[in-house]
């Protein structure tokens, strides 16, 4: 157990509000990340944060911010959610010293955008 | 671009039967993933091969990797049902980032 949690782990919203989804770590580690998966796709990168207020873009990054204001959080927002943002959500990070070692996923957020 | 391919998508096989997962991308790597997926639930770490020739095994599964031939394979052996799982590899292309294919839904029928 990698010590990940994910907040809310499902959640149920409209077209056009502001969704937030929190990642939390108790490991310190540098890099954490968003993903998305959606069937036929695989896991698609969002955003990646490599350290305090470090972030950067993904594969799939638009209609998405981030932030990470403390190595324990961070955090990913849908400004304006779309249908086609319904997916479910995963947040991983890595350990070691080297960035990609290995990753540990969390459990997921299944996000539903009516 | 920088790709991942995994073949097959979807795998039926009998207990007690060997088959093979094969993971190919697009450029240069010597870096790469296997994952685990049960169904509804999150990704599980299996294998990390980290040079050309590496072999990695657990139990009924053994992952190896070809760098020259950009290839990995994850060989299954003598499947038993716990073995059904969605299954995928993941690809550092020198990027801070993973790429990962489309995965494999393997499903073991007694």
């Known amino acids: 157990d990698a010590g990940i949690t994910q907040s809310p782990r499902h959640k149920v919203t409209e077209t056009g509000t502001p969704v937030t989804l929190r990642c939390h770590q108790t490991e310190n580690h540098r890099y954490m990340y968003w993903y998305r998966q959606d069937p036929g796709h695989g896991l698609r990168l969002i955003h990646y944060s490599y350290g305090v207020k470090d972030t950067d873009k993904g594969e799939v990054s638009d209609g998405y911010s981030v932030s990470r204001s403390k190595t324990e959080d961070f955090l990913l927002t849908l400004e304006s959610a779309t249908s086609s943002q319904t997916s479910v959500y995963f947040c991983?990070?890595?350990?070691?010293?080297?960035?990609?070692?290995?990753?540990?996923f969390g459990p997921g957020t299944r996000l539903l955008v009516l | 671009e920088l790709k991942v391919e995994q073949n097959p998508l979807f795998l039926s096989m009998q207990e007690g039967k060997n088959y093979t997962i094969y993971c190919n991308y697009s450029?240069?790597?010597?870096?790469l993933y296997w994952y685990r997926q049960d169904p509804g639930k999150s990704l599980e770490s299996l294998f990390v091969l980290l040079s050309n020739g590496a072999v990695k095994q657990e139990g009924r599964l053994m992952a190896s990797l070809d760098t020259k031939a950009r290839l990995s394979t994850l060989h299954i052996t003598a499947a038993v049902h716990d073995l059904s799982a969605t299954y995928f590899c993941?690809?550092?292309?020198?990027?801070?980032?993973?790429?990962f294919g489309t995965g494999t839904r393997l499903t073991i029928i007694p």
């Open positions: 450029t240069t790597s010597d870096r």
């Open positions: 991983a990070i890595s350990s070691g010293l080297m960035s990609l070692e290995t990753q540990y």
């Open positions: 993941a690809v550092d292309f020198g990027n801070e980032k993973l790429t």
